[in-house]
Nanobody
């Protein structure tokens, strides 16, 4: 699976963005998808993940209630809707594909190139 993330940009605190991750390949509907982020000087961290069917989702505590992960298997695309953005959400966001929904990045075998989200205060 090859992944292409998009949708990042500059937004004021309290604003919203929707990230998209388009996948190529016929196996998209059989893989779990995750979003990770990496802020300057920090390690990559898990943000959200969704099972292959979309029936299960999981979020890091810091984004619960603000971010929503979803997928459209007909369009080979996974989304991350980010509301009530905070300056601490500033990071490069990466989408990733893996065999099962997991918070550990080592379980994801394909990664997108990343899209920068900057939240100004």
């Amino acid at each position: 699976v090859q992944l292409q993330a998009s949708g990042g940009g500059l937004v004021q605190a309290g604003g919203s963005l929707r990230l998209s991750c388009a996948a190529s390949g016929r196996t998209f509907s059989s893989v779990a998808m995750g979003w990770f982020r990496q802020a300057p000087g920090k390690e990559r961290e898990f943000v959200a993940a969704i099972s292959w069917s979309g029936g299960s989702t999981y979020y890091v505590d810091s984004v619960k209630g603000r971010f929503t992960i979803s997928r459209d298997n007909a369009k080979n695309t996974v989304y991350l809707l980010m509301n009530s953005l905070k300056p601490e959400d500033t990071a490069v966001y990466y989408c990733a594909a893996g065999a099962v929904l997991n918070v550990n990045p080592v379980h994801y075998h394909s990664w997108g190139q990343g899209t920068l989200v900057t939240v100004s205060s």
